[in-house]
């Protein structure tokens, strides 16, 4: 979501600490995942905000920018090539529908989870994510990668 490992990491430490000093507030009757999840996505949004607002106007290096350059030499430069660019397809998604269309693919919630992470209904989040894909598809299409 981030785009950047090293600002990943400090988020993931910010996270932490976040869970740690409002446990009191965690209410048992939840999944704590779900609970520890949402924290997460509000520090990654904050961050985010933070970027927006500073005009962060370059580009930082990634460990798949990396990747792509030591894979061109390699004989999978082209699914490499396609990952990017799917990649780079999701990224220009509305927030909303990125948000749902991340927590179900990469870190395979269910819908009730993706629910109380981002605290929406259920119904909520299916057709964010029907909208997502449906988006996703005519994106790739246009670009003949379907």
């Known amino acids: 979501m981030l785009k950047n490992s090293t600002e990943a990491t400090e988020a993931a430490q910010d ?3 976040k869970i740690y000093f409002h446990l ?17 996505i509000n520090e990654c949004r904050d961050r985010l905000r933070k970027r927006r607002r500073y005009s962060q106007t370059f ?3 990634t460990d798949r920018d990396v990747d792509l350059r030591q894979a061109q030499a390699d004989d999978g430069y082209e699914s ?3 990952v990017e660019l799917v990649e780079n397809a999701i990224e220009k ?17 269910s819908y009730e989870e993706i629910a109380e992470i981002l605290r929406i209904k259920t119904g909520t ?7 997502a894909r449906e988006k996703l598809t005519e ?7 379907r």
Request: no cysteine; aromatic share 12%; net charge positive.
């Open 59 to 61: 580009r930082e290096l």
């Open 93 to 109: 998604l509305p927030e909303k529908l990125k948000e749902v269309l991340v927590l179900k693919a990469y870190g395979e919630y």
């Open 24 to 40: 009191r507030d965690y209410d048992p009757r939840k999944s704590f995942t779900s609970w520890a999840a949402s924290i997460a």
């Open 15 to 17: 996270t932490f600490v």
């Open 125 to 131: 989040v299916m057709s964010r994510l029907f909208r």
């Open 139 to 145: 994106m790739l299409e246009k670009d003949n990668l």
């Open 80 to 82: 490499k090539k396609r």
